[in-house]
């Protein structure tokens, strides 16, 4: 019998089958190729804040060299803590791969200065890096900051609390209430005022209501300069004295000893812009009514600022804030290393930090001019000024009170010593008479 010829089967692969398989192998790869990605160092760090914070390493190497640096750290952003250890941590790394290293000072070549700042639109971030005695180098990096966000304005308005402490026909460049005995002046509380030519002084009357302040004395104001026409002066309570007082060339100091006198004389010190001793000065145009911008000491690198009119010192967690009202109506926030230039649509020219339990701790006092709106059409009279408090959280100013309105313009805003308040000079629009007003910060309605 026959044997038919041997033939070799193979299995057809089943179409479906090899569509699977292949799919299966791709999957694999790209869940391979995935978890590398995600577990790698660079993704881990992925971030704006990081990638920005490394492209600073960059340019710091580059300036530095490799070795071993003092390494310094200052946040006067909006930044909180965890993003600021973000930023440190890709910061370190980076300039590790590079070669600089940080270290004490003792075993370093030198030191690399970081200030974590920002303005309106961006942070901005410089490091300024010092190698022995070499001249310093500066590198800077910025970024796009998110929109701002603040969960202020879903909490209660504040409420400035105005108070009449006096009207009077003489002008009145600033005002000082003291509520607690001070040296040979016992009793009830005083109130200074200080006149173009004079600080008077009123006691309290508590017995007479109406009346209210009995004139206890009058302190002539020596001096051999003339005096602007558009007069500006500022009255200050001391500790080791009652008080030192700032008129354009000329600053006096009460006596200690009674009869209570006034020492004036020529100068052209700079004036203390806040009632601290120990308080940055600004050196004012004698023969004008503003500030020339010159500082001293200066706020950190800032040595200058355009000129102004007033200014306030808002406490930070690490530095101070401050805020100058220019002589063109506009607002610039200096830190120490940028100065952030805020336009307004009704620029004032006052202003005046106020402390207080509400909100962020701080507030901005800021005047508004209201001539725009206000003005009188048949004679032309300026309008009524307004006085309107601001939180400023990320550089930005978010009003926080309604506007309090005065029956005529303000003249003057100064802060009063212990902080929590501040007085107002006002000139009356119908009669032209003067008004010092007491203004608070009340938390709520």
Not at 176 to 204: F, N
Not at 262 to 275: I, K
Not at 322 to 351: C, K, N, Y
Not at 392 to 411: C, K, N, Q
Request: hydrophobic content about 40%.
């Amino acid at each position: 019998m026959s044997k038919s010829p041997s033939t070799t089967r193979y299995n057809q692969p089943i179409p479906h089958m090899r569509a699977r398989t292949s799919s299966s192998l791709r999957l694999a790869w790209l869940t391979l190729l995935l978890l590398a990605v995600l577990h790698s160092p660079s993704f881990l760090c992925a971030s704006p804040l990081s990638d920005t914070a490394r492209q600073l390493a960059n340019k710091i190497a580059a300036a530095s060299g490799s070795g071993t640096f003092v390494l310094e750290i200052t946040n006067r952003s909006s930044l909180d803590e965890q993003s600021v250890r973000e930023v440190r941590t890709a910061l370190v790394d980076e300039l590790q791969i590079e070669g600089v290293h940080a270290a004490k000072a003792d075993q370093s070549a030198g030191t690399i200065a970081v200030v974590l700042s920002e303005s309106l639109r961006e942070y901005v971030w410089t490091a300024v890096i010092t190698v022995g005695s070499d001249e310093q180098k500066v590198a800077l990096v910025s970024l796009p900051r998110p929109p701002a966000e603040t969960s202020f304005a879903a909490t209660p308005p504040l409420v400035l609390k105005t108070m009449l402490l006096l009207a009077q026909e003489q002008p009145m460049l600033d005002a000082a209430l003291i509520d607690m005995s001070r040296g040979d002046m016992s009793g009830s509380p005083r109130l200074l005022v200080l006149e173009p030519a004079a600080v008077v002084i009123y006691r309290h009357q508590a017995a007479n209501p109406a009346a209210r302040w009995e004139l206890e004395a009058s302190l002539p104001i020596v001096h051999s300069r003339i005096f602007p026409r558009d007069l500006r002066g500022r009255l200050l309570i001391r500790r080791d004295r009652l008080f030192d007082l700032y008129l354009p060339g000329t600053v006096c100091r009460s006596t200690t000893n009674s009869p209570l006198a006034l020492a004036c004389a020529d100068s052209d010190d700079p004036w203390p812009l806040t009632a601290d001793d120990n308080s940055v000065r600004a050196f004012y145009a004698a023969s004008r009514n503003f500030f020339t911008g010159v500082l001293s000491p200066g706020i950190g690198k800032i040595s200058n600022v355009p000129s102004f009119y007033s200014a306030a010192a808002l406490p930070r967690s690490n530095y101070a804030l401050w805020a100058f009202a220019g002589v063109d109506g506009s607002l610039h926030l200096v830190d120490g290393m940028t100065d952030q230039l805020i336009r307004s649509s009704r620029p004032g020219s006052e202003l005046a930090a106020l402390h207080s339990s509400c909100g962020s701790g701080t507030q901005l006092l800021i005047s508004e001019d209201d001539d725009s709106e206000n003005r009188d059409s048949q004679n032309g009279d300026a309008g009524r000024d307004g006085l309107r408090a601001f939180e400023i959280l990320d550089r930005d100013p978010v009003p926080a009170s309604s506007a309090a309105e005065f029956d005529g313009r303000i003249t003057a805003l100064w802060p009063e010593s212990g902080g929590d308040a501040a007085i107002a000079i006002v000139r009356r629009k119908d009669t032209g008479w003067y008004e010092a007003f007491r203004i608070s910060v009340s938390c709520g309605n």
